[in-house]
T-cell receptor
């Protein structure tokens, strides 16, 4: 049982390049989330998907797009990367649509934008 | 803006000392969760508190939810080096899907 799997684990980009972070969960969870973590800032929600076919903005959505490809997969895209997007990105999922149950996190994707 | 405030930001203790981190919300929460993140790792769920005044224990860890459901605390008795990491509280903000995290308390333990 892999849980939440994120790829890639590390990535270095140049300013203006694009990339997609992939996330998949095998727990049959309805809701999926993308967070970013910066030193001293805790975890900030970028986008979430309450259920398959729906997505919505979190606290810091600017510069990102997401796709809920199916129930298992939720991807995060940076269309034109900026140095301010250097961060560690975590994908997470949980069971319920209607309440905030335990979040299961992936191992993270460390992104550096030069 | 940040809906959940957490203090202190850092805490360094000698092994065997106690440790407490506090979490305060600007609004009443339906529930609050606590997570632990080891250095270089990902957040791992510890517990969820739902009821007003609730107290739960996990071995040396004691979690409390305030009577007004606007604050919470995590207390570790007799810290060990394995307790090192950042402890986050998290509460639902806005719709139930938006779990907002505090900035965390980084605990270091001197053996």
């Amino acid at each position: 049982n892999a849980g939440v799997t994120q790829t890639p684990k590390f990535q270095v980009l140049k300013t203006g390049q694009s990339m997609t972070l992939q996330c998949a969960q095998d727990m049959n969870h309805n809701s999926m989330y993308w967070y970013r973590q910066d030193p001293g800032m805790g975890l900030r929600l970028i986008y979430y998907s309450a259920s398959e076919g729906t997505t919505d903005k979190g606290e810091v959505p600017n510069g990102y797009n997401v796709s809920r490809l199916n129930k298992r997969e939720f991807s995060l895209r940076l269309e034109s990367a900026a140095p301010s997007q250097t961060s560690v990105y975590f994908c997470a999922s949980n069971v319920r649509v209607s309440d905030t149950g335990e979040l299961f996190f992936g191992e993270g994707s460390r992104l550096t934008v030069l | 803006g940040q809906q959940v405030m957490q203090i202190p930001q850092y805490q360094h203790v000698q092994e065997g000392e106690d440790f407490t981190t506090y979490c305060n919300s600007s609004t009443t929460l339906s529930n609050i969760q606590w997570y632990k993140q080891r250095p270089g790792g990902h957040p791992v769920f510890l517990i969820q508190l739902v009821k007003s005044g609730e107290v739960k224990k996990q071995k040396r860890l004691t979690f409390q939810f305030g009577e007004a459901k606007k604050n919470s605390s995590l207390h570790i008795t007799a810290t060990q080096t394995t307790d090192v990491g950042t402890y986050f509280c998290a509460g639902p903000w806005g719709s139930n899907y938006k779990l907002t995290f505090g900035k965390g308390t980084l605990l270091t333990v001197n053996p």
